[in-house]
C-alpha cells in the first residue's frame, strides 16, 4: 500500500520569506512520481511540481523547489520570496506503478503581508 | 481549449436521491479519474477509466457507479444519495505517465 504524510496540518509565513512544507511517503515500488498540488480557496487543484523517483537532481519550478531525500522517503517543498497569491492547502501526492494517485491531507499555508 | 469542465457545479440532494455528474474533457485524454474531498482529507479515488468503455474501482468505490461511453465523457452515477456522500467532488484526466489535469470540482450537499 501506498501512503502519504503531512505532518504539518498548517503553517504560516512572512511576505517575500521562504517555507518549507514537509511530506513523507511509503511505498514499495522502485519507480515512481511525487508530486505537489496547490489548491486555493477556488478549490482548483492546480500542479506546482512533480518529481520523477529515479532522477537525483530535485525539481525546480521557479520560485518553488523540492528536496527529494529518496533512502529516507522525505519529498519537502520550499517556496521562496514567499507571495500572498501562494496562500492556498498545498496537497503532496504520491503515484506509483498504477494509476492510482495517493494523496496527503494537506497543509493550509498562511502568507503575513 | 476549456480543460476539464464539470456539470454541475453545486447540487442538493434529499436522500434517496439519485444523479449524475458529468466530467468532459477536450484535451484527448486517455485517462479519467473521479475523486472526493471531505474537510481534513486529501483527495480520495472513487473510480477511473484507462479509456473508452473501461472502468476501475479506486480507495473508495461503495455507493457510485461510472460510465465511459465516449472518450471525452466521465459520468459519475448516485443511485440513491446518502449524507455520507455529502463532499466535493473532483474529475481529473491525463495521458499515461503525465500529471493529472483537474476539473473545478462540484459541491454536493446530500440532506
Known amino acids: 500500500a501506498q501512503t502519504v504524510t503531512q505532518s504539518q496540518p498548517e503553517m504560516s509565513v512572512q511576505e517575500a520569506e521562504t517555507v518549507t512544507l514537509s511530506c513523507t511517503y511509503d511505498?514499495?515500488?522502485?519507480?515512481?512520481?511525487l508530486f505537489w498540488y496547490k489548491q486555493p480557496p477556488s478549490r482548483q487543484m492546480i500542479l506546482v511540481i512533480r518529481q520523477e523517483a529515479y532522477k537525483q537532481q530535485n525539481a525546480t519550478e521557479n520560485r518553488f523547489s523540492v528536496n527529494f531525500q529518496k533512502a529516507a522517503k522525505s519529498f519537502s517543498l520550499k517556496i521562496s520570496d514567499s507571495q500572498l497569491g501562494d496562500a492556498a492547502m498545498y496537497f503532496c501526492?504520491?503515484?506509483?506503478?498504477?494509476?492510482?494517485?495517493?494523496f496527503g491531507k494537506g497543509t493550509k499555508l498562511t502568507v503575513n503581508p | 481549449n476549456a480543460g476539464v469542465t464539470q456539470t454541475p457545479k453545486f447540487r442538493v440532494l434529499k436522500t434517496g436521491q439519485s444523479m449524475t455528474l458529468l466530467c468532459a474533457q477536450d484535451?484527448?485524454?486517455?485517462?479519467m479519474y473521479w475523486y472526493r474531498q471531505d474537510p481534513g482529507m486529501g483527495l480520495r479515488l472513487i473510480h477511473y477509466?484507462?479509456?473508452?468503455?473501461?472502468?476501475a474501482k479506486g480507495e473508495v468505490p461503495d455507493g457510485y457507479n461510472v460510465s465511459r461511453l465516449k472518450k471525452q465523457n466521465f459520468l459519475l452515477g448516485l443511485e440513491s444519495a446518502a449524507p455520507s456522500q455529502t463532499s466535493v467532488y473532483f474529475c481529473?484526466?491525463?495521458?499515461?505517465?503525465?500529471?493529472?489535469?483537474f476539473g473545478p470540482g462540484t459541491r454536493l450537499l446530500v440532506l
Open positions: 484535451m484527448n485524454h486517455e485517462y
Open positions: 477509466s484507462v479509456g473508452e468503455g473501461t472502468t
Open positions: 511505498t514499495s515500488e522502485s519507480d515512481y512520481y
Open positions: 501526492a504520491l503515484r506509483g506503478g498504477s494509476e492510482k494517485l495517493v
Open positions: 481529473a484526466s491525463s495521458r499515461p505517465v503525465e500529471p493529472r489535469r
